[in-house]
DNA sequence: TAGTTTTCTTGCCATAAGGCAAGTTTTATT
DNA sequence: AATAAAACTTGCCTTATGGCAAGAAAACTA
């Protein structure tokens, strides 16, 4: 019997009635992946998502110079999804790799369907979810043009210091619009200050 | 009487039953917008979002040096929404403008939220055009990272030629991420060639 | 139509960030 | 522990883009 207890950290009794955890929590399947597993290639449509519970998660493209591009981080707490494959049924151009040993709890679309149209806090749940990354994509973006790139390695820093430990430089930088050169110069830059 | 047509050119007949239709379109309203006319401003929860039947806008945010930072455009058959605003119920750190006359259709959040949660059909199709956003932001975050300025004008006059008959420089520029004076240099490159 | 304001262009120079490559440090592998 | 492979730092020089300001062009306005 695995352990269901982070679901209802995510899936709060708050929110919920009994009957619709009841329902719910069960669908979530606990999966695990080893350092470097890939959730999602580029090329196949996602038909999964995942609640992270441990470990991190990094998502990247390859642009058309062939250099790959971090688009996001995931970590504990955070549903690890490409958004637009998952919905629109499209081949995705995004790779969503294992930083680390990472549990997970998985669902399927057609499950997914399936709790969307029939639980109404499902659905209100699940879009404050999308709206929430919305919102998130739309300040990085934003601040890709408006700060210079020391201020967003600083802000990420604050947002989110665990990241520091796990990931490489050269995957911060790209995240951050950066080349590893001179996220390695602004590092040193603010270390000596 | 106002003319819905195009409401049914957004709700197809193919989509949706009659009844369904006949329960959706009422409900929006038909208003107008002057040239300038803000429909949303920084420190407002966003309470409705529209459907543009004709005419052109823009969003924008202030940075915290006081620049204005064009977020998106939006031009016939457009939702105009500030996503999170309008289902996060937050105030907003947006401006949306009309850059001409335009002619809209426009729907409450409460009236929205009784369609989302009764007609399968309407959730599906909203839930459709949020991702929808959220792929056209990624693409252009990424597109910010991957591209230099002059492939990021050339895709943008590509995809949305009308844009540049209807909005300044300036406003072209920042949403490309660069200054007016950067832009009119591109403009000049791409000319003498 | 003349006058005023806004938008756009252009020159000059400054600066943030990149490209490349050598060297160093850290992390894996056997 | 020894070796190999990654990851990170740093120097040197290049390049894309920015800042500012003046002038030209275009768009309003009275």
């Known amino acids: 019997m695995t352990n269901q207890h982070f679901l209802y950290n995510v899936f709060k009794p708050s929110d919920f ?5 009841e329902t719910i929590i069960p669908k979530f399947k606990e999966v695990k992946f080893n350092k470097n597993d890939f959730f999602l290639n580029e090329g196949q449509t996602a038909n999964k998502y995942w609640l992270v519970q441990s470990g991190f998660v990094r998502s990247y493209v390859i642009d058309t110079e062939g250099n790959d591009i971090t688009t996001n981080f995931y970590s504990v707490g955070d549903i690890v999804i490409d958004w637009s494959s998952f919905f629109l049924r499209n081949p995705t151009r995004e790779n969503i790799q294992a930083l680390t040993e990472c549990v ?3 669902l399927d679309f057609d499950t997914f369907q399936q709790l969307f149209h029939s639980i109404k806090n499902f659905r209100e749940q ?5 709206v929430g990354s919305y919102f998130a994509l739309k300040n990085h973006s934003i601040s890709m043009i408006a700060d210079e790139a020391k201020d967003r390695y600083l802000r990420l820093l604050k947002e989110k210091p665990h990241l520091i430990q796990n990931i490489s430089l050269k995957q911060i930088a790209t995240y951050l619009g950066i080349t590893d050169t001179s996220l390695s110069r602004i590092r ?4 000596t200050k």
């Open 126 to 130: 699940g879009r404050t979810t999308l």
């Open 17 to 21: 009635t009994t009957d619709e955890l």
């Open 104 to 106: 997970c709890w998985q």
């Open 188 to 191: 040193k830059e603010i270390a």
